[in-house]
């Protein structure tokens, strides 16, 4: 029992982080439209998609480091919250729209330290 439940800690972060990356990708479709230039659909591609090369950055080294996972998927967590504030006037609607991205950041980053603090007591 104790074997099944190291495997789903190890593999849970790095299998729902890499849905979340996926994710997150696929919304920067968006910038496909009609009109525009191929230089400005590349130009929106690479704007949309600098947080995905940051969290795959972070996944690669978090990989061996769940530690490193832990702490910078819970940050972008924080820092998604702080810039949906930054942008809406209305802070209910902020809230909820922030928790339904960040807190699956938030999940990642803590099943990252929970499988840190399991890996560091054997």
């Known amino acids: 029992m104790e074997n099944k439940i190291s495997k789903f800690v190890f593999w849970a972060p790095r299998i729902l982080s890499i849905i979340f990356i996926a994710f997150l990708a696929l919304m920067s479709l968006d910038v496909f439209t009609e009109g525009a230039s191929f230089w400005q659909i590349v130009g929106g591609l690479f704007m949309h998609n600098i947080p995905v090369f940051v969290l795959l950055?972070?996944?690669?080294i978090s990989w061996k480091h769940e530690i490193v996972g832990g702490i910078f998927f819970i940050l972008a967590g924080f820092l998604y919250i702080f810039t949906v504030f930054i942008n809406v006037d209305d802070w209910k609607v902020a809230l909820t729209w922030s928790i339904q991205i960040a807190g699956v950041a938030f999940?990642?980053?803590?099943?990252?330290?929970?499988?840190?603090?399991?890996?560091r007591k054997r």
Do not use: C, R
Request: charged share 10%.
């Open 57 to 60: 950055a972070i996944l690669i």
């Open 107 to 119: 999940i990642i980053g803590g099943l990252f330290i929970f499988n840190w603090i399991k890996k």
